[in-house]
């Protein structure tokens, strides 16, 4: 299967892959963040998290994902996902 790319890059293809939502399925717990121990959601790695704020600061300065998918080129998205180590969850 072929990475994503900035090419074939959706905000709806980040969503659905960045995150795993087996849980639902199985009526568990949402997967928690490892470093502040909040529920792992795309809004928390890709604007919430502090432990990502150096690496995002480089990349984009947003408050929301409508804002982050609307001015944000998918370069610096995927960017940012590549260095804080999650590309390969897409």
């Known amino acids: 299967m072929q990475g994503m790319t900035a090419e074939n890059f959706t905000p709806q ?7 795993p ?3 639902l ?8 963040c490892s470093h502040c121990y909040c ?7 890709l604007l919430e998290c ?3 704020n150096v690496v995002r600061q ?8 409508h804002e982050l ?3 944000v080129s998918a370069q610096n998205i995927l960017g940012f996902i590549r ?3 999650l590309y390969r969850l897409l």
Do not use: K, M, Q
Request: charged fraction near 20%; include cysteine.
């Open 13 to 19: 293809r980040c969503r659905n892959s960045l995150i």
């Open 21 to 23: 939502y087996y849980h």
């Open 25 to 32: 399925e199985w009526n568990d717990l949402a997967p928690e």
């Open 39 to 45: 529920a792992l959601t795309v809004a928390h790695v």
């Open 50 to 52: 502090n432990h990502y």
């Open 58 to 65: 480089r990349y984009f300065n947003v408050s929301s994902l």
């Open 69 to 71: 998918f609307e001015a």
């Open 83 to 85: 260095d804080i180590g």
